[in-house]
Every structure is written in structure tokens, then in C-alpha cells.
């Protein structure tokens, strides 16, 4: 297991662009994010990176697995640091933005996302 983190929150825009075709994506961040960032993230316990993301690996969210298409260049950086990243459902062999996450697979439903679910890569 590289990372494994519990969902605690959801602030009130976390899932705005997760229903958008051409948006897709979501941003998680540690519980303890500023206030002007947590109203769009999907909040988890504080974790320890212990190894970084890579092309291949599962990323798990609330039950569901997706296979990892792309790493952006910031993005073990700022989840190592901040337990922060934004994970693209999108997928595709490019990371759209430094600090993304592309993933592929199944599709990730707003009523998926809720307090005591679980954010793993492995």
C-alpha cells in the first residue's frame, strides 16, 4: 500500500466537477486545508505517502478502482505535503496539470463520496 487515507468531509463545492463531462475531477486535500480551499475538496485524514504514485497502479476511492494513466509532476509532492492532489477521471497518458492524477476505469458518482470511505493507491 502506498497510501491509504480516510474520507472525513466533503466541502459544500467538492463534487461540482465531478458530474462535468469535459471537467471530471476531483481535489482531495488533508482535513485540516485552509477554508477557501476545503469548500472544493473531498477532506481525508492525514497520511504518509510511503511510495510514489505511478503508471499502473490502482488508485481506490470509495470501493471503486481505477488504474493510473498519468502522474503529474507535482502531484506526489503536494500529497506527500499537503494530502492534496487533483485526481482526473478523464485518464489519458498525460497528466493535464502538474498536479494530477489521471485516472481510467470505472466512474465515480457524487453518492459515492462520503465520510468513512477510503482514498488508497496502490
Avoid at 503536494?78 to 487533483?86: E, F, M, V, W
Wanted: aromatic letters at 6%; glycine letters at 8%; proline letters at 7%.
Amino acid at each position: 500500500m502506498k497510501y491509504q487515507s480516510q474520507i472525513v468531509d466533503l466541502g459544500p463545492d467538492a463534487l461540482a466537477f465531478l458530474d462535468d463531462e469535459e471537467m471530471n475531477f476531483i481535489i482531495i486535500f488533508n482535513e485540516d486545508a485552509p477554508p477557501e480551499l476545503a469548500e472544493l475538496s473531498v477532506l481525508h485524514t492525514k497520511a504518509e505517502l510511503k511510495e510514489t504514485p505511478a503508471v499502473g497502479d490502482t488508485f481506490k476511492i470509495a470501493g471503486k478502482e481505477f488504474k493510473i494513466s498519468a502522474v503529474g509532476d507535482e502531484a506526489p509532492h503536494t500529497l506527500a505535503d499537503l494530502g492534496h492532489c487533483t485526481v482526473d477521471f478523464k485518464g489519458g497518458p498525460e497528466a493535464e496539470r502538474p498536479g494530477c492524477i489521471s485516472v481510467e476505469g470505472n466512474k465515480l458518482l457524487p453518492e459515492d463520496l462520503k465520510a468513512g470511505e477510503m482514498i488508497e493507491i496502490y
